[in-house]
């Protein structure tokens, strides 16, 4: 079981023939992710070469629009390589194509773009969920990578994980690598973001593989803080978390646009505090979080 993505998921790249969008492919599809094509209005009717996980050569087709590639090879995830500039309207496209995954890995997007296209995925009645931006996408472990998160960190397991952090994501992944993961998900450090934690905490809930879930958050805004009241309220299944940023300086804004801390709200120890009241254990380091993680599956 996993969350969101699967063996069975269809995947195009938006941005397929671009610098990121060739290297991403390759790497995708080395970890068994079923690439079908992409997207790239200008490069309509070619197509790209590449190998599959087994070192087989694969030709995918090179769509004019989200639209067409879906209805040409059944698609059901999206994941965009697409500049800042452009990547609102990407977006667009693959909402009103009415995809149903969409993961967007841009970073440096303008928060009102991505406010806008979060708006009009609303008003399409989210049909299409948004992981990202600026984020390293979603990897169900041995099935399928959609992003840029290395495939080869660690193998299947029953973890959940859900982070705001790129990097941190793949060191948690790593240093539970003996335990492994079911699904794990970057959904990214912008103020406005698709999936949220709370998202990403219901969906493993309701996986009955899952049994446990790490959760990293960082300082600024209060994200951690609703999703501490949501796993009071709703969550059963064990929950480890971290918060980054505790040595950060006070007013300081920190690399990601969504860190920003104001007075006591928002910072690493308010998060910390908000937690564990909701009966989170929270790791002051990543090791110290992946430590207490292996207390609790040793005693399920």
Not at 97 to 121: F, M, N, Q, R, S
Not at 155 to 161: C, F, R
Request: charge should be negative.
């Amino acid at each position: 079981m996993s969350i969101f993505l699967n063996k069975d998921s269809k995947v195009i790249v938006q941005g397929i023939t671009g610098g990121e969008g060739t290297k991403h492919t390759a790497l995708m599809l080395k970890a068994g992710t079923q690439v079908v094509g992409g997207v790239n209005a200008r490069k309509a009717g070619t197509t790209v070469l590449h190998t599959d996980a087994d070192g087989k050569p694969v030709e995918l087709p090179v769509f004019a629009s989200v639209a067409e590639a879906i209805a040409a090879t059944g698609a059901d995830v999206s994941i965009a390589f697409v500049p800042p500039a452009f990547t609102k309207d990407a977006m667009v496209e693959a909402i009103d194509a009415e995809i149903p995954l969409l993961v967007v890995i841009t970073e440096g997007v303008p928060v009102g773009d991505t406010a806008e296209a979060w708006a009009y995925a609303q008003s399409k009645g989210n049909t299409t969920r948004i992981i990202g931006p600026n984020c390293p996408g979603i990897i169900t472990p041995g099935e399928s990578l959609v992003g840029i998160t290395p495939a080869n960190i660690t193998g299947k397991g029953p973890i959940g994980l859900v982070s705001k952090s790129g990097t941190l994501t793949y060191q948690m992944m790593y240093e539970l690598r003996e335990i492994g993961f079911s699904t794990a998900i970057g959904i990214g450090g912008d103020p406005v973001i698709g999936t949220t934690h709370i998202d990403a905490l219901a969906a493993f809930e309701a996986d009955p593989e899952t049994k446990a879930i790490v959760m990293i958050g960082e300082i600024g805004g209060d994200a951690e803080e609703r999703a501490a009241d949501f796993i009071k309220a709703n969550v059963t299944k064990p929950v480890v978390g971290y918060v980054a940023g505790f040595t950060a300086p006070e007013g300081k804004t920190m690399g990601h646009a969504g860190a920003i801390v104001s007075g006591s709200a928002g910072t690493a120890q308010a998060k910390k505090e908000a937690l564990e009241a909701a009966g989170v254990k929270v790791g002051k380091t990543p090791s110290e979080t992946a430590d207490l993680m292996r207390s609790i599956i040793a005693s399920l």
